[in-house]
């Protein structure tokens, strides 16, 4: 089994050592594949752009723009990548991630873009700020792992959520498929995932949202009255607390 570093078969790399971390961006071209492989250091990543679709020992997962993986040194998996490519940001460390996980985080992927911004601009400030980002990244990295594992019950109903937000699903149909009330659903939902039922609804169509700025050019107009907003300023409103900055702003800054 190789032991590879993370730039290997890419075709475009930007890197800079930060404190403990090695922060970079690197691209992989459309459909290229990489063996079963490990990689000697700690990683945190997120994907930017593309897609990757990542096996191991353990799970697979199909990584799309906002998938945050991190894996422990030497832990072994291959990598496929979509007919687009893929752009990686990855944070590389000595030790600091002891267990594999992988799950899409939004404001991760906002961590990400920053970064690939500062690698971009590199003048003398950039450093310091990729280190406080590479800091940030492994911390979300580290409280989705330290997530408790929810009933299956739970999962299914977030699972739905997930399939069914743009319908507005009510508490008493999510409740009705799975065989629960509607009130221990709406309880114990708060209390695993820190979050109400309808605020998962409208986080999941801001993701949604998201992501649809950084793969597209549809108009902020069009995309809040997609996303199910009442208007623009209402849909910018909720984006800015959901990610701190203004969808034009996200968009231009993957841009």
């Known amino acids: 089994m190789a032991s590879l570093a993370v730039h290997a078969g ?3 790399r930007r890197a800079i050592r930060v404190g403990a971390y090695e922060v970079s961006k690197v691209d992989f071209a459309e459909g290229r594949e990489l063996p079963w492989h490990s990689h000697p250091r700690a990683c945190v990543a997120v994907v930017v752009r593309g897609r990757v679709s990542k096996r191991f020992a353990s799970l697979a997962a199909d990584a799309g723009v906002g998938t945050l993986v991190s894996m422990p040194p030497e832990e072994e998996h291959e990598d496929r990548f979509g007919r687009e ?14 267990q594999l996980a992988c799950f899409r985080d ?6 990400g873009l920053r970064i690939v911004r500062e690698l971009t601009i590199a003048d003398r400030f950039s450093a310091l700020a990729i ?12 409280r989705g792992r330290a997530l ?10 977030r699972e739905l959520l997930g399939e069914r937000f ?4 009510t ?16 309880r114990a939902f708060r209390a695993q995932y820190g979050e109400s039922l309808g605020g998962c609804v409208r986080r999941l169509r801001l993701e949604w949202a998201a992501e649809r700025l950084v793969q597209s050019d549809v108009p902020l107009v069009s995309l809040a009255r997609d996303a ?5 300023s209402h849909f910018t409103r909720a984006f800015r607390k959901q990610f701190g900055t203004t969808p034009g702003r996200y968009r231009a800054a993957f841009r």
């Open 166 to 169: 743009s319908e507005l699903p």
């Open 148 to 157: 408790p594992r929810a009933a299956p019950w739970l999962r299914q109903a």
């Open 106 to 111: 939004w404001h991760a992927l906002l961590i």
């Open 10 to 12: 890419t075709n475009a």
């Open 131 to 142: 280190e406080g980002l590479a800091l940030e990244l492994c911390a979300l990295a580290a």
């Open 85 to 98: 490519g893929s752009s990686i940001v990855v944070v590389e460390s000595a030790d600091g991630v002891d």
């Open 228 to 232: 199910g907003f009442v208007d623009q």
């Open 171 to 186: 508490a008493v149909e999510i409740a009705s498929e799975i065989g629960v009330h509607p009130v221990h659903l709406a």
